[in-house]
C-alpha cells in the first residue's frame, strides 16, 4: 500500500489503522469473555474494554510507526534532486513531516519524546541526505585586520562620546 500524504484532519491513514487494529485486536477481548447482561436494558451501555498497556507493547508499536514515518521520508526525498538536497525551502516539508511523525506518535502513545529511536531516525537522514549541506555553506570569518578596525572602532569611540558629553554639559548654562 502506498504512504498517503498527512491530510491534517488527525485521521490515521488505512495502512495505520489497520496496523494498529492487528496489533491492539487481539489483547481488546480476552478470549471467552462474554458481555453479560448486555443489550438487556436500553439505558445500559456496554461494559468499556479494559487494555493493559505494557511498556514492550506500546515500544514495539512506536518502533513499527516510526518504521512508516521513515518509509514514508523517504519517498518524499526521492522526489528532491540532489543539487537541492541542501536548500532549505525545499526539504523543510519533508524534514519537519518526520520530526513531526515521530513527535505527534510518541505524544499519543504516551511515549518519551525525544528518544533514542527517534534520535536514530533524525540522525539517519542527516547522514544520508543531508551531510554535505555544511560543507558547501560554510561561513568564513572576516580576516583579522577587519576584525581587529571592527573591534577596536567601538571602543575608540565610546571614550570621545564622553568627552565629548562632559564638554557640551559645562557651557555655562542653566539647565531647567
Given amino acids: 500500500m502506498a504512504p498517503r500524504a498527512p491530510t491534517g ?3 490515521l491513514s488505512g495502512g495505520l489503522l489497520l496496523l494498529l487494529w492487528a496489533v491492539l485486536g ?3 477481548c480476552p478470549a471467552g469473555a462474554e458481555a453479560e447482561g448486555f443489550g438487556q436494558d436500553a439505558r445500559t451501555s456496554p461494559p468499556a474494554a479494559t487494555f493493559n498497556w505494557t511498556a ?3 515500544e514495539e508499536m512506536y518502533v513499527n510507526i516510526t518504521q512508516k514515518c521513515w518509509e514514508f521520508f523517504v519517498e518524499l526525498m526521492g522526489n528532491v534532486s540532489a543539487p537541492q538536497l541542501c536548500e ?3 526539504i523543510s516539508r519533508p524534514y ?3 520530526q513531526s511523525c515521530l513527535e505527534n ?3 499519543r502513545l504516551h511515549y518519551n519524546y525525544p528518544n533514542a529511536l527517534a534520535e536514530q531516525y533524525i540522525f539517519q537522514s542527516h547522514h544520508h541526505y543531508f551531510h554535505n549541506c555544511t560543507l558547501q555553506h560554510q561561513v568564513f570569518d572576516p580576516p583579522e585586520d577587519v576584525l581587529l578596525a ?3 572602532a567601538p571602543i575608540c569611540l565610546i571614550p570621545f562620546l564622553v568627552t565629548l558629553v562632559i564638554w557640551r554639559s559645562k557651557d555655562g548654562k542653566a539647565q531647567p
Fill in 150 to 152: 571592527m573591534i577596536i
Fill in 26 to 28: 487481539r489483547g481488546l
Fill in 88 to 90: 532549505w525551502k525545499v
Fill in 96 to 98: 519537519s513531516w518526520l
Fill in 105 to 107: 506518535w510518541a505524544d
Fill in 9 to 11: 484532519s488527525g485521521r
Fill in 56 to 58: 514492550q507493547l506500546v
